[in-house]
Nanobody, 127 residues
Framework: QVQLVESGGGLVQAGGSLRLSCAAS????????MGWFRQAPGKEREVVAA????????YYADSVKGRFTISRDNAKNTVYLQMNSLKPEDTAVYSC????????????????????WGQGTQVTVSS
């Protein structure tokens, strides 16, 4: 069982930066493939970034590539999403997710591949 708690959201002007954190409970955090998703009002949830548990490979959606960076610190049971050059279209509720912890290193991009979810944190980018 893993519990995920996001923090770091807020209101920022276009061009600004935010760093989201996702703190996980559990002793085996290092075995979970992790992902960040977002959902804007009236839109479906979409993957933003993902990171594997072992080789730390990463995936980014085209819309955030070059602006966002996903990373993890297994010693702190935390995964991060550094967001730079933010745009109004990045406004959404951002949630982190963990898979079952029983898989090999995988970059999952579908929300159905994840088992555990945080409550989400609001990011609002003003123009």
């Amino acid at each position: 069982q893993v519990q995920l708690v996001e923090s770091g959201g807020g209101l920022v002007q276009a061009g600004g930066s935010l760093r989201l954190s996702c703190a996980a409970s559990g002793r085996t955090f290092s075995r979970y493939n992790m992902g960040w998703f977002r959902q804007a009002p009236g839109k479906e949830r979409e993957v933003v970034a993902a990171v594997t548990w072992s080789d730390l490979s990463t995936y980014y959606a085209d819309s955030v590539k070059g602006r966002f960076t996903i990373s993890r610190d297994n010693a702190k049971n935390t995964v991060y999403l550094q967001m730079n050059s933010l745009k109004p279209e990045d406004t959404a509720v951002y949630s982190c997710a963990a898979d079952s912890g029983r898989n090999g290193a995988r970059l999952y991009t579908r929300d159905s591949s994840y088992v555990y979810w945080g409550q989400g944190t609001q990011v609002t980018v003003s123009s």
